[in-house]
């Protein structure tokens, strides 16, 4: 019982010892100095002292705390002291570079605390050259990749430097100040196949004092898509009509671990037509190609924060159309000597097209012409009978490797050799005939058949004949339209035709029809003679004639000049 009293009793004097300790105390001053002062040689040891100037009531026991802080704004406590003395010491043993900087230290009694001002020391000498290690040392293109630099031998405040290789020098990829550690650990993703080397660097509080470069670290980077593949069938080329299919595969690299799965994705353009999110390596469409289907195709993969893009140009072709062959001369007859083209056109196809024209005899091509049109015209000035036959066109195109020929009908060119000024002979033993004989005429063209002509001496009898058989052919006389006045005579040409069966043409003739042209001059009497008299007409000339199809004027054979017989 004794005892328990005296206990009470000791606390409740503690409390007013202590109680009356508290009031009254007063801090009038902290500060800090160096020993050295200023500036140290690294190795030395530098006593930090933190003194202070107290006013308490009564003596003091073992109450005044002393913390010795290195930084401006007391980033890192190095010590921390109770002592009954009003002042106290903080040993730096073996100085080096990092200690530079700011110091202070803090008192605290009786509930009061103040804080000194900053003292700068400053040691001469180079900071630690750090160690990085790195962790891990294989990985893929977006993981993360740990780096761990420390400097055992400095103390901090202390900011951190970190640089990768990158375009054939190092940059600064991050910085961290550490106010309490002589180390720090730095966490960055892999965002390229070639972040494939590291260092790290220190340096002091005062920013003036860096450190050398840690060593080099390599590490092995792997792309997560070892293998990215984009085919699109067929390789050699589009045209309508054809089976498209497009394809996009991946291979992942053997260093994924992750369970994040693969997203393919097909975009035609900006619309995407096909996306897999399953994790499966591969992404298909197939579908019949049409002109819609041109444009730009990407297939897209992607992982975690991985992308990659494969682009490939799609140009579906419009095969071209089967082409026409056609001639500007009528029914594909030419003179010998005119000129004539032939146009090979088509209706449909992309551009551009090669039109080439052959001649079927010889197989070889006549002409060639690449051109951005549906149609091609190849001239042939001047005609020939050689180039008498038959005629076709090709037309192609192409998309890419792969070419589409389409070939014509053949059409038939016929050359014809135009009819030589004719020349007319007696078939005569002699010059000399007696008066009732018959007198053989020949008409001879080079380039064409002969005509044969029996004339008797009484020119009057034969054109009397030849008018007979003129009534009986549908023959039609024709006034012409030239008058002129010779002798107080007016003279009229008049015209007689006489159209021959056809089956009497010549062989091989392009004739409509044949002709034969009787042509006499009539002289007028004069007004006080009004009877007719046959002597007033005269037979001039003689046409053998050919109508051709179309042709306004027809082609002259052969002409008899009456009045030089």
Known sequence: MLKAGILVLSELLCAVVTADFSKGVTINLVEIKSDPEGSAKMGISINLT????????????????????????????????????????????????????????????????????????????????????????????????????QADEEIPPLIFVFQKYKNGQFIKVYEIKKNSQNYTNLKIKIKDATDQAYRCSIQGEDLQNISDFSEVVNVTV????????????????????????????????????????????????????????????????????????????????KWQSSFKTVKQQVDVTVPVSTPILSSTSIHRFVVQGDGYNLTCSVSGGSWPITYTFYKEATGRPLHQMNLSGFEAVYSIPSA?????????????????????????????????????????????????????????????????????LVYSPILLGIMLILCCIVKHQKSKRLKAQNQHIQDSYRENDYVIDLELDKTGSASGSSCEAQYINVKRQMKEPKMENSGSNENNVKYTEIN???????????TIYARIDMTKL
Request: charged fraction near 15%; glycine fraction near 6%.
């Open 50 to 149: 933190c003194s202070a100037n107290i006013v308490a009531p009564r003596a003091l026991a073992h109450q005044i705390s002393y913390s010795f802080y290195k930084g401006s704004a007391k980033m890192f406590l190095l010590e921390n002291v109770v002592s009954t003395q009003l002042h106290s010491t903080f040993t730096i043993k073996s100085a080096r570079a990092s200690h530079t900087g700011f110091y202070a230290c803090t008192v605290e009694v009786g509930g009061e605390m103040m804080t000194s001002d900053p003292l700068h020391v400053e040691v001469k000498g180079h900071l630690q050259k750090p160690q990085l290690a790195v962790h891990p040392t294989k990985l893929i293109v977006g993981s993360q990749i740990g780096l761990l630099c």
């Open 222 to 301: 792997q792309d997560p898509f070892s293998s990215h593949q984009f085919t699109i069938e067929p390789q050699s080329g589009f045209f309508v009509g054809d089976e498209l299919t497009i394809k996009c595969t991946v291979q992942m690299s053997h260093l994924n671990s992750s369970d994040t799965k693969l997203e393919l994705t097909i975009v035609k353009d900006t619309i995407p037509l096909m996306t897999n999110v399953n994790g499966s390596l591969e992404a298909k469409i197939s579908k019949t190609a049409n002109t819609n289907d041109s444009g730009e195709y990407l297939c897209n993969a």
């Open 384 to 452: 020939q009978t050689s180039q008498s036959g038959k005629y076709f066109c090709k037309a192609t195109n192409s998309a890419g490797k792969s070419t589409r020929t389409k070939r014509s009908l053949d059409i038939n060119i016929t050359v014809k050799v135009p009819v030589s000024t004719p020349q007319l002979s007696a078939l005569l033993n002699t010059t000399i005939v007696n008066f009732g004989d018959n007198v053989t005429l020949q008409c001879i063209t080079s380039h064409s058949y002969q005509h044969w």
């Open 544 to 554: 053998f004639a050919c109508r051709k199809v179309q042709q306004q004027n027809p």
